[in-house]
């Protein structure tokens, strides 16, 4: 398993094992303090473990790797989480200085996977795109007005937000 024994866990991630078993796995499970947040079928049987459910402090992840038969062994780790709000995210689409005559323009950058990118002109929200496990987002928003315009964007989920990101004028 890709999580230390000690690991300090501050932000949502994919955990992946490392399982193999004569027969084949079946399954792999995945339990945070006994309680059962993930089950994996798929060949490498990562999943991704989001942090927003879970109270900061001591945990215990355990994994169970499962055969066609049921057999199973189980791997345990002691971890503590510290929540830590996503970092801001980058605006890489359009670049500073750009100029349109166009109503709209392509807007896209990176943030932390699986949150919600709320972009802003002038400080007003203006659009909310959901970040994939990628960590590449992009939508085109409507400009209401004519001028110089800044826009910036926030990363956010439910327990809670970045800074901004750098502007782009």
Not at 15 to 20: I, K
Request: net charge negative; no cysteine; proline share 6%.
């Amino acid at each position: 398993l890709d999580l230390g024994e000690g690991e300090i866990v501050s932000r949502p991630r994919v955990l992946t094992p490392s399982v193999a078993d004569n027969i084949g796995v079946a399954r792999v499970e995945y339990r945070v303090d006994g309680a059962l947040f993930a089950t994996s079928l798929t060949p490498d049987f990562s999943v991704f473990w989001n942090l927003v459910g879970v109270a900061d402090g001591a945990r215990v992840v355990s994994v169970s790797a499962f055969d066609a038969f049921g057999s199973s062994a189980t791997l345990t780790r002691a971890v503590t989480v510290n929540y830590a709000p996503p970092s801001s995210p980058v605006l890489s689409s359009p670049a500073d200085g750009f100029v349109t005559n166009s109503a709209s323009v392509t807007v896209a950058g990176t943030a932390s996977a699986g949150t919600t990118v709320q972009i802003q002109i002038g400080g007003v929200d203006v659009a909310a795109v959901s970040v994939g496990a990628s960590g590449f987002w992009g939508t085109t928003i409507l400009l209401a007005e004519e001028g110089e315009l800044t826009l910036t964007a926030l990363s956010f989920e439910p327990r809670g937000f970045s800074g901004p990101s750098a502007p782009v004028h």
